[in-house]
C-alpha cells in the first residue's frame, strides 16, 4: 500500500462544475498536510495549506480528517485555468522529517 | 522577491558523464530538498538539508549520486557516472519551518537527459 494515495483521474468536468478529490495517508503520526498543483512541464506550486479545521480560498476548500486519514479537495465554479495536476502532500517530524508526495490527480476543465 | 532558483535548466548528456545540477534556495529558508519526478515514479525525495547539513539522504539511489550544501545559498546535485535511467526532472525546494508547517517552494526544475 502506498503511503500516499490519490485517485489518478483524469477528471473531466465542464467549466462552472463543482469537483473533489480525495487523498488517503497511512501515516498516523503525520502532522502537515498540503495540496500542491503542477502544470505539465512546470514545478510543483503550493496551492492550500490543510488545516484540521478546514480551510477555504476563494473558490478552493480543504479539509482533513484525521480519524479516517484522508484529504480532501473541493473545487467549486472551476476555470479552465484550473486544469492541472493536484498532488496531496503529507509530511511529518517524527523519528526524522518526512514527506511524502502523491502521485497526483488530473482536471481537466472544458469549456 | 526571487523564488527558488536551478540551473542548468536543460541538460543532455551521455552516459558515462559526469552532470551537476546547481540551486539557490530562497533567501532566509533553512530546509533544501533535492527531488527526482519521473513518469514512472512521481516525485521522489532524494535528500534535504537543514541549516547547510544534510539530514537524510535515504533517497539517493545510488552512490552515484552525491549532494552538497556548502553554505545557505547554494546547494548542487552531482550524478556520476550518469546512466540513461538517470533521465528526470530534477527539482530543488526550499522551505522555513513555522511551527510544525513545511510549505515547500519549488524551482523550475533540471530536465535532464542521458542519452
Known amino acids: 500500500r502506498k503511503e500516499v494515495e490519490q485517485d489518478p483521474g483524469p477528471f473531466n468536468v465542464p467549466e462552472g462544475a463543482t469537483v473533489a478529490f480525495n487523498c488517503t495517508y497511512s501515516n498516523s503520526a503525520s502532522q502537515s498536510f498540503f495540496w500542491y498543483r503542477q502544470d505539465c512541464r512546470k514545478e510543483p506550486k503550493l496551492l492550500m495549506s490543510?488545516?484540521?479545521s478546514g480551510n477555504e480560498d476563494g473558490r478552493f476548500t480543504a479539509q482533513l480528517n484525521r480519524a479516517s486519514q484522508y484529504i480532501s479537495l473541493l473545487i467549486r465554479d472551476s476555470k479552465l485555468s484550473d486544469s492541472a495536476t493536484y498532488l496531496c502532500?503529507?509530511?511529518?517530524?517524527?523519528?526524522?522529517?518526512?514527506?511524502?508526495f502523491g502521485a497526483g490527480t488530473r482536471l481537466f476543465v472544458k469549456a | 522577491d526571487a523564488g527558488v532558483i536551478q540551473s542548468p535548466r536543460h541538460e543532455v548528456t551521455e552516459m558515462g558523464q559526469e552532470v551537476t545540477l546547481r540551486c539557490k534556495p530562497i533567501s532566509g529558508h533553512d530546509y533544501l530538498f533535492w527531488y527526482r519526478q519521473t513518469m514512472m515514479r512521481g516525485l521522489e525525495l532524494l535528500i534535504y538539508f537543514n541549516n547547510n547539513v544534510p539530514i537524510d539522504d535515504s533517497g539517493m539511489p545510488e552512490d552515484r549520486f552525491s549532494a552538497k550544501m556548502p553554505n545557505a545559498s547554494f546547494s548542487t546535485l552531482k550524478i556520476q557516472p550518469s546512466e540513461p535511467r538517470d533521465s528526470a526532472v530534477y527539482f530543488c525546494?526550499?522551505?522555513?519551518?513555522?511551527?510544525?508547517?513545511?510549505?515547500?517552494?519549488f524551482g523550475p526544475g533540471t530536465r535532464l537527459t542521458v542519452t
Open positions: 525546494a526550499s522551505s522555513l519551518y513555522r511551527q510544525i508547517t513545511y510549505e515547500q517552494y
Open positions: 490543510v488545516y484540521s
Open positions: 502532500v503529507v509530511s511529518s517530524n517524527t523519528g526524522g522529517f518526512k514527506t511524502i
